[in-house]
């Protein structure tokens, strides 16, 4: 079955980075993509931006241009996104999920998602 | 880009069926069949029920149920539970080849 395991709860301090791993399982890697979503703590969703596991090919949410960067890792199975400078409005649990390889769906499966905590 | 507009709540008794509605932009919605609906439980990843406008993955109930027309698509659940209890979000691809998801709906079942 698809599973998509994220990695643990971080707490950092403002104008610090972060990097949020999200390791798959249960299909074929690269014929798929990987999108990141965040949910600050009672908002709703937001879309960061994809990479493709393909060909590493990305896309990224204007709001956080310059700041993310997402790659992969194929002999591992696993994607990450850093985020950089990070602000107190980047609190929030972010997720990966799958998407299909053009980036032009929706997601599908989704992992458990990983709370950032940004505090001085 | 901005995010899709849906209600900020909606309610319903068990048993009885409600709609959720998510609008538009013909640079988004309106241009592509693939608006997507998730269900989300508080402390929990969200979970795909409609994906394609209308398609159900695979063992979902078939109460959940999917439609569009125009600008604006819409997420039926028929024979309200207790379980429904919930947040919903609507997503679909845009101009700007990017996702944009609608603000989220809270059910209550009353």
């Known amino acids: 079955q698809v599973q998509l395991v994220q990695s643990g709860p971080e707490v950092k301090k403002p104008g610090a980075s972060v990097k949020v791993s999200c390791k798959a399982s249960g299909y074929t890697f690269t014929s798929y993509g990987i999108t990141w979503v965040r949910q600050a703590p009672g908002q709703g969703l937001e879309w960061m931006g994809w990479?493709?596991?393909?060909?590493?090919?990305?896309k990224y949410a204007q709001k956080v241009q310059g700041r993310v960067t997402m790659t992969t890792d194929t002999s591992t199975s696993t994607a990450y996104m850093e985020l950089r400078s990070l602000r107190s409005d980047d609190m929030a649990v972010y997720y990966c999920a799958r998407v299909w390889p053009t980036g032009t769906f929706c997601p599908d499966y989704w992992g458990q998602g990983t709370l950032v905590t940004v505090s001085s | 880009q901005s995010a899709l507009t849906q209600p900020a709540s909606v309610s319903g008794s068990p048993g009885q069926s409600i709609t959720i509605s998510c609008s538009g932009t013909s640079s988004d919605l309106g241009s592509y069949d693939v608006v997507t609906w998730y269900q989300q439980h508080p402390g929990k990843a969200p979970k795909l029920l409609v994906y394609e406008v209308n398609k159900r993955p695979s063992g979902l109930s078939n109460r959940f149920s999917g439609s569009k027309s125009g600008n604006t698509a819409s997420l039926t659940i028929s024979g309200l539970q207790a379980e429904d209890e919930a947040d919903y979000y609507c997503?679909?691809?845009?101009?700007?080849?990017?996702?944009?998801f609608g603000g989220g709906t809270k059910l209550t079942v009353l």
């Open positions: 997503c679909s691809f845009s101009d700007s080849r990017t996702l944009v």
């Open positions: 990479i493709s596991a393909n060909n590493g090919y990305t």
